[in-house]
């Protein structure tokens, strides 16, 4: 099985996984790139499409997609769908191709926003989480409260430390910036910047990472750690406790630059 991502809009990516015969897209904000990309590999059929949560940059393919391939739509069950979604829920599971995914709710970003996760046969499992985990970084807390983001990103970490996190946006390098804020003593994040900032300079993809790695450079994977905690206290003195250091966290991201 084989990962791809392809570039759409200024930082998003869509996620394609492929075997020999059939090919899955996730969150295709634009129809175009996927399309070129089914167009260049003529023997493959799209023909399932998942969807982690309902904003735009995610979902403004769909109706072209499905139009035009006749793929099934898998989504948030709790969220509005532009097209006819078989909607999907914590502990929800379905196969594509003997590839058994599981579906985690991770509330935060938005109320019903899903993740993916599998294990392909030989290789390392696979993440596909949307706008909730970025590398360095999680999503805005649009519709969901700080409570809900902590608990959602505590069950993405308990996922095997392998998995390939495959995050809708490209934002690593400004995560990272801002985690050296947070943590700057922190061997593996001043690695991580290097290593990303390379990718970056080859205008190569700093995803997917390995959700060890998040685990060890990730402020917001990170809140309970010491370093995190008490960088978090200095510069809010309301964070007191998990979740309000964790709010506290994600305001002071907010207002970084
Ligand atoms: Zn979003
Ligand atoms: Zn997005």
Same mark, same amino acid.
């Given at each position: 099985?084989?990962?791809?991502?392809?570039?759409?809009?200024?930082?998003?990516?869509?996620?394609?996984?492929?075997?020999?015969?059939?090919?899955?897209?996730?969150?295709?904000?634009?129809?175009?790139?996927?399309?070129?990309?089914?167009?260049?590999?003529?023997?493959?059929?799209?023909?399932?499409?998942?969807?982690?949560?309902?904003?735009?940059?995610?979902?403004? #393919?769909?109706?072209?997609?499905?139009?035009?391939?006749?793929?099934?739509?898998?989504?948030?069950?709790?969220?509005?769908?532009?097209?006819?979604?078989?909607?999907?829920?914590?502990?929800?599971?379905?196969?594509?191709?003997?590839?058994?995914?599981?579906?985690?709710?991770?509330?935060?970003?938005?109320? #019903?926003?899903?993740?993916?996760?599998?294990?392909?046969?030989?290789?390392?499992?696979?993440?596909?989480?949307?706008?909730?985990?970025?590398?360095?970084?999680?999503?805005?807390?649009?519709? #969901?409260?700080?409570?809900?983001?902590?608990?959602?990103?505590?069950?993405?970490?308990?996922?095997?430390?392998?998995?390939?996190?495959?995050?809708?946006?490209?934002?690593?390098?400004?995560?990272?910036?801002?985690?050296?804020?947070?943590?700057?003593?922190?061997?593996?994040?001043?690695?991580?910047?290097?290593?990303?900032?390379?990718?970056?300079?080859?205008?190569?993809?700093?995803?997917?990472?390995?959700?060890?790695?998040?685990?060890?450079?990730?402020?917001?994977?990170?809140?309970?750690?010491?370093?995190?905690?008490?960088?978090?206290?200095?510069?809010?003195?309301?964070?007191?406790?998990?979740?309000?250091?964790?709010?506290?966290?994600?305001?002071?991201?907010?207002?970084?630059?």
């Amino acid at each position: 099985m084989k990962l791809i991502a392809l570039p759409a809009f200024a930082d998003n990516y869509i996620w394609l996984l492929h075997t020999d015969r059939h090919a899955l897209v996730v969150d295709p904000g634009d129809s175009a790139p996927v399309l070129a990309w089914m167009q260049a590999h003529p023997s493959l059929q799209l023909d399932t499409i998942l969807v982690t949560h309902h904003h735009a940059d995610h979902t403004g #393919g769909l109706a072209e997609l499905v139009a035009r391939t006749g793929a099934r739509v898998l989504g948030p069950a709790l969220e509005q769908m532009p097209v006819p979604t078989q909607g999907l829920q914590q502990g929800d599971g379905f196969d594509w191709h003997g590839l058994q995914f599981q579906v985690h709710e991770v509330p935060g970003h938005t109320l #019903g926003h899903i993740a993916f996760w599998a294990q392909p046969t030989g290789q390392d499992p696979l993440l596909f989480c949307g706008d909730t985990l970025f590398s360095g970084g999680c999503g805005r807390l649009f519709e #969901g409260t700080p409570a809900q983001m902590l608990d959602s990103l505590d069950r993405l970490a308990a996922l095997p430390g392998a998995s390939r996190v495959c995050c809708a946006h490209e934002y690593t390098l400004s995560n990272l910036k801002f985690a050296l804020a947070v943590e700057p003593g922190n061997l593996a994040l001043q690695d991580h910047w290097a290593h990303c900032t390379r990718l970056r300079s080859q205008t190569l993809p700093t995803l997917p990472v390995a959700l060890h790695t998040e685990c060890a450079i990730n402020p917001f994977l990170r809140s309970r750690q010491a370093s995190v905690a008490a960088a978090v206290r200095q510069h809010d003195r309301l964070a007191v406790d998990d979740v309000t250091t964790f709010a506290a966290l994600r305001q002071w991201k907010n207002d970084f630059r």
